[in-house]
């Protein structure tokens, strides 16, 4: 009973905060039709972030999540202004997907190599953004830093359904991810929307670097673990959908828990690879993706 508690816990942990960096994957994916390489990129900011207020400044946490918000939001505005909107106009004389797939991959590498000249290479210690424990059964032991972060992933996705659903520019995302030739005669600014779209995804991804950091440390390859368990997660769900994420998010979560409490955490990661390899031969759109474009 103990190892089964273990194991539901850690994997709404991981399955929470999984979700919380794929999920802008799959909004930038749905909206743009592009796999945006510079998620990873954005965890780390996060996390510098993070030390940078919580280590070296210590202000509250609470700074730490709104500015590691902000910062990342133009972050990726600019990834997205620089790498992607100047080839908006020749979609039809390039191979797109693969092309921004580059380009977005290449951002993140000067963001990586900008850190490593002004940080250096080694890693840095951010403290937790709360400290303490609950027991929750017996010897099953939560930090009130993965509750936390598993609370604030909940509502930050939940947050952006309803922005998505509820909102005039989040029914514009919408509308643009479904047709955007039609969006466009309606009068969508699609030329502002594809910025504001990729801010809030990296926005999100920086988020979860707050948290992140005080599990992987901060330093200059530190968003490359995040942006592989991401693209396991958006590949799983179904390039695109966003509920599927969510269910996807928390399946791996699972998935890596179980191995890791009854396996090691050494199998882990070759049995989520191997899972995923047989679901793709089954489901080869993923848990919840379409044979045709993915629709928000």
Same mark, same amino acid.
């Given at each position: %009973?103990?190892?089964?508690?273990?194991? &539901?816990?850690?994997?709404?942990?991981?399955?929470?905060?999984?979700?919380?960096?794929?999920?802008? %994957?799959? &909004?930038?994916?749905?909206?743009?039709?592009?796999?945006?390489?510079?998620?990873?990129?954005?965890?780390?900011?996060?996390?510098?972030?993070?030390?940078?207020?919580?280590?070296?400044?210590?202000?509250?946490?609470?700074?730490?999540?709104?500015?590691?918000?902000?910062?990342?939001?133009?972050?990726?505005?600019?990834?997205?202004?620089?790498?992607?909107?100047?080839?908006?106009?020749?979609?039809?004389?390039?191979?797109?997907?693969?092309?921004?797939?580059?380009?977005?991959?290449?951002?993140?590498?000067?963001?990586?190599?900008?850190?490593?000249?002004?940080?250096?290479?080694?890693?840095?210690?951010?403290?937790?953004?709360?400290?303490?424990?609950?027991?929750?059964?017996?010897?099953?032991?939560?930090?009130?830093?993965?509750?936390?972060?598993?609370?604030l992933s909940v509502a930050l996705m939940g947050g952006l359904g309803f922005f998505l659903a509820r909102t005039r520019w989040g029914m514009a995302i919408r509308a643009v991810a479904?047709?955007?030739? =039609?969006?466009?005669?309606?009068?969508?600014?699609?030329?502002?929307?594809?910025?504001?779209?990729?801010? &809030?995804?990296?926005?999100?991804?920086?988020?979860?670097?707050?948290?992140? *950091?005080?599990?992987?440390?901060?330093?200059?390859?530190?968003?490359?673990?995040?942006?592989?368990?991401?693209?396991?997660?958006?590949?799983?769900? *179904?390039?695109? =959908?966003?509920?599927?994420?969510?269910?996807?998010?928390?399946?791996?979560g699972l998935i890596q828990a179980t191995c890791e409490v009854l396996i090691g955490t050494t199998w882990s990661l070759p049995i989520l690879y191997g899972f995923i390899f047989v679901l793709i031969i089954v489901r080869p759109n993923g848990l919840m993706?379409?044979?045709?474009?993915?629709?928000?």
């Amino acid at each position: %009973m103990t190892d089964l508690v273990g194991i &539901l816990i850690t994997a709404a942990v991981l399955g929470s905060i999984y979700g919380l960096v794929a999920i802008g %994957m799959s &909004l930038v994916y749905g909206t743009l039709r592009i796999l945006d390489m510079s998620q990873g990129s954005m965890v780390m900011l996060g996390m510098y972030v993070a030390w940078g207020v919580l280590v070296v400044a210590h202000w509250n946490p609470i700074f730490a999540i709104v500015l590691a918000f902000l910062a990342t939001f133009v972050a990726g505005t600019v990834t997205e202004l620089v790498s992607v909107q100047p080839l908006m106009n020749r979609k039809n004389n390039i191979d797109f997907e693969m092309v921004t797939f580059i380009t977005t991959f290449a951002v993140a590498m000067v963001i990586e190599n900008v850190v490593l000249e002004v940080y250096g290479p080694q890693q840095h210690n951010v403290t937790p953004v709360i400290s303490g424990q609950i027991n929750v059964y017996h010897g099953v032991n939560l930090p009130y830093q993965n509750l936390a972060m598993m609370v604030l992933s909940v509502a930050l996705m939940g947050g952006l359904g309803f922005f998505l659903a509820r909102t005039r520019w989040g029914m514009a995302i919408r509308a643009v991810a479904q047709n955007v030739d =039609s969006a466009r005669l309606m009068g969508v600014p699609v030329a502002k929307l594809y910025p504001l779209t990729m801010g &809030l995804a990296s926005a999100l991804a920086g988020v979860g670097g707050v948290f992140l *950091g005080a599990i992987y440390f901060a330093y200059p390859q530190a968003g490359e673990l995040p942006l592989l368990l991401a693209l396991i997660v958006v590949v799983f769900a *179904g390039l695109g =959908s966003l509920s599927g994420t969510i269910y996807a998010a928390y399946a791996i979560g699972l998935i890596q828990a179980t191995c890791e409490v009854l396996i090691g955490t050494t199998w882990s990661l070759p049995i989520l690879y191997g899972f995923i390899f047989v679901l793709i031969i089954v489901r080869p759109n993923g848990l919840m993706g379409k044979p045709t474009e993915a629709r928000l």
